[in-house]
């Protein structure tokens, strides 16, 4: 599936708006995720204001392209949701890589800007967005037009790949 | 993008074999998964063997799919290559969501038992496979033809959609 493939790491963006319509493809995207028991832990923060996006991107010293894109989509993940206990990252993590493909084959670019479990990242969004205890920030995605083309990256790795055994 | 949306938990499985060619091109979307810092924490067995996929089908009461597809994934965390601590599973959910992906996209069906981090599945498998200490049973994921047909699940909900704040 080339957009898996294409999908590459974009942190520098052109000054052009994202749609409301392409936004809701990205989240419509997250939210076809499979989780466990299908509880659908995850809840999103759409922030286009310039100035908030400034205060998301302060949430580390890696998150400057939330700034610069004209859209940072906040993934969450909602505990009051979690049935299956230990498994609403693995959840949200699917939803991002969603939400990047469906970036990607829309042409345009994004990022994975980490937050949880770093409690500092997750402490600071927590209190920028006076988030209920249930609810804890799990990522950053910064969404715009890409400034920068970048290759495919092959990663994949032959020595990876066991056989029947270990 | 297509495929993201048409993705569902397939279970059942004709008795159809998959090619080596499709199983490659499932760990080549696995691998082009983000990770954090790049750190690529993963490793892969591919599992045929009847009775092999029996016995990893007994990791948990859930996995019986993995006794009944023609190929059973099980995707692994490698702690050895964490450069970022406490991320080496979200990196591992996003390559599984690009397998699940994938497959969908070859129109074959999927379905991903979590492992991690239930202990006993854990345990039961690195037991199984005999894996070292740095390596941790993260998920199970059988392959095959699917002998189910889903329509695309629309769990769409924009109530868990926020506009610049919560």
Redesign the interface.
């Known amino acids: 599936?080339d957009?898996?493939?294409k999908?590459r790491?974009i942190r520098r963006f052109v000054d052009r708006d994202v749609s409301a319509e392409a936004v809701t493809k990205i989240?419509?995207?997250a939210?076809?995720?499979?989780s466990?028991g299908n509880q659908?832990p995850?809840?999103?923060?759409?922030?286009?204001?310039p100035a908030?996006r400034k205060k998301v991107s302060e949430c580390s010293a890696y998150a400057h392209s939330a700034a610069e894109a004209p859209v940072a989509i906040v993934v969450c993940g909602d505990l009051s949701r979690e049935k299956?206990q230990?498994?609403w990252?693995?959840?949200?993590?699917?939803a991002?890589?969603?939400m990047?493909?469906?970036v990607t084959?829309q042409g345009l670019g994004a990022v994975?800007l980490?937050v949880f479990?770093?409690q500092d990242r997750v402490d600071y969004l927590r209190k920028y967005?006076?988030?209920?205890e249930n609810?804890v920030p799990f990522?950053v995605i910064p969404v715009g037009y890409p400034a920068q083309e970048l290759p495919?990256?092959d990663?994949?790795?032959e020595n990876?790949?066991?056989?029947?055994?270990?």
């Open positions: 599936m957009d898996i493939l999908r790491s989240l419509k995207a939210m076809a995720a499979p466990a659908q995850w809840q999103f923060i759409v922030v286009r204001d908030s299956h230990g498994y990252m693995q959840d949200c993590a699917a991002v890589e969603n990047l493909i469906e084959s994975w980490g479990p770093r967005f006076n988030l209920p609810i990522a495919p990256a990663r994949y790795d990876r790949v066991h056989y029947e055994r270990w």
